[in-house]
């Protein structure tokens, strides 16, 4: 076993854990920072796997995104430092089905899928950047160019819902 | 023997953020200033909170010492005195110094009490305010230089520095890393006489050293970001490189604190409005320009 197949197998593991470790806790900021460090881990796989830009590109977003989502799970739920011991689990066996589907599901992608011919040559980091410029103002440009307008649109609607939402407050 | 020097580097850099930030806050130079405070802090009881949350607790100290000390790791002090080159190198800088972030919130939440988790949560909002002013002038950088490595943006100035070619970007990112390094005005976080101490409130000794270490580590990390990407990094004649990067830093440093304890401290609500109404839009002009600027007089 090699030492990337070795870091790969580490990275993925502690990603896993953390991903359980999301649903063990009782506390809010608990749940989310492991939800951080599980995201992190993924982006250390893609270090692993020679990605780089789309590594550092990953643990850069989650710390922010994931951050922002423990102060709005601190201010929206009744318990946010787990004191009263709120389960974080809800409709248990629902949930516990759903969840068993979509892992073999997706263990069954990955095993039976057809992956082609396995990638010899990897570009250097440094031309994957150059590459995934190009890709970005070119083949995929509409696509990206589409999600982040489709983002844009729910910032507005948001920030519209919660300034509307102040002023009826600040009315009653 | 370049591990041995950088080490060296770093040690020597944080000693004198160290004396210089006592030096902004209390306006005398003490040279043995920081050798005090760290024996003080060895010798002193490291209090517990009742209810804390450990983990995060003892973890934020230690995460804002790896993400500072991880930031400066794509800094270039001369030309092969650097920790790794790596082709994303000014988009690691923010990715390691993201986490300053996670530790500031663990700090503030870990020892449950009011003072520290104010401090935590503000300096998200805080983040919300430097985070786009610390990515777009970057990317300016990398447009000129037309690679994310910090060593091909140094030399990318070899003509003209980037504080003359691009001033915009460099006026946003100095404020930008200003808040990212929580200096005043921006030191929202840990207030002092306003939220006595926040984040840090609750530390005391090895734990506050760590703590404090880790803020100067961040200090450093921010003033060589700014000499790599504006100021020419190592670029200057008569003395050795190193010794260019050396003034550089140090200047840049000094000029931060100093300059910041001049100013009242801002809100955050106020940091927030400016940063958006008036940050952001600077900060497109500036790439517009810049992009036509690269086009037209490819200097």
Redesign the interface.
């Given at each position: 076993m090699s030492l990337q197949v070795f870091f790969l197998l580490a990275f993925g593991g502690a990603a896993v854990w953390f991903g359980i470790v999301v649903f063990l806790t009782h506390s809010m900021v608990r749940s989310a920072l492991a939800l951080l460090f599980s995201q992190t881990a993924i982006g250390a796989m893609f270090l692993v796997m020679q990605a780089e830009f789309l590594g550092v590109l990953q643990i850069m977003m989650m710390a922010t995104e994931m951050s922002i989502m423990a102060i709005f799970m601190v201010m929206f739920m009744m318990d946010p430092g787990g004191l009263g011991e709120m389960d974080m689990k809800h409709q248990r066996k629902t949930s516990l089905a759903a969840g068993l589907v979509a892992f073999f599901g997706a263990l069954a992608v990955a095993v039976f899928a057809d992956w082609g011919p396995l990638a010899t040559d990897i570009p250097d980091a440094g031309e994957q950047v150059r590459l995934l410029g190009f890709e970005l103002l070119g083949r995929s440009m509409l696509i990206f160019e589409s999600a982040g307008l489709t983002i844009l649109t729910a910032m507005i609607a948001a920030t519209a819902l919660a300034v509307q939402a102040r002023e009826r407050g600040a009315k009653a | 023997m370049s591990a041995v020097l950088l080490i060296l580097a770093l040690t020597v850099g944080v000693y004198a953020v160290a004396v210089l930030e006592d030096w902004a806050s209390h306006n005398r130079l003490r040279l043995l200033g920081p050798v005090i405070s760290t024996l003080a802090l060895l010798g002193q009881e490291s209090v517990l909170h009742r209810?804390n949350?450990r983990?995060?607790f003892e973890t934020a100290p230690i995460l804002l010492l790896v993400g500072a000390l991880l930031s400066l790791a794509i800094i270039p002090l001369a030309p092969g005195l650097i920790v790794t080159d790596?082709?994303?190198g000014a988009?690691?800088f923010?990715?390691a110094l993201?986490?300053v972030?996670?530790a500031l919130?663990?700090a503030g939440?870990g020892p449950?009490g009011a003072y520290g988790m104010i401090g935590g949560?503000r300096f998200?909002g805080q983040?919300?305010a430097y985070?786009m002013l610390v990515v777009m002038p970057i990317t300016t950088v990398a447009m000129r230089a037309e690679?994310?490595?910090t060593i091909t943006i140094v030399e990318s100035q070899a003509q003209l520095w980037n504080i003359v070619y691009q001033p915009l970007g460099f006026v946003l990112f100095a404020i930008a890393g200003m808040a990212m390094a929580f200096v005043p005005p921006f030191d929202l976080p840990n207030a002092e006489g306003e939220l006595a101490g926040g984040v840090e409130a609750e530390y005391t000794g090895v734990r506050r050293m760590v703590f404090r270490l880790g803020r100067m580590v961040l200090i450093l990390s921010v003033a060589s970001a700014t000499t790599v990407f504006y100021l020419g990094g190592w670029l200057g004649p008569w003395l050795p490189d190193w010794a260019w990067s050396a003034i550089k830093i140090l200047a840049v440093t000094a000029l931060m604190l100093a300059g910041g304890r001049m100013l009242p401290r801002v809100r955050e609500g106020t940091l927030l409005a400016w940063a958006w109404k008036l940050g952001i839009p600077l900060a497109l002009v500036n790439i517009f320009l810049v992009g036509v600027l690269v086009l037209v007089v490819p200097l």
């Open positions: - | 209810k949350d983990l995060f790596l082709a994303t988009l690691f923010n990715a993201a986490y972030l996670v919130i663990m939440w449950d949560w998200l983040l919300i985070a690679s994310l490595s």
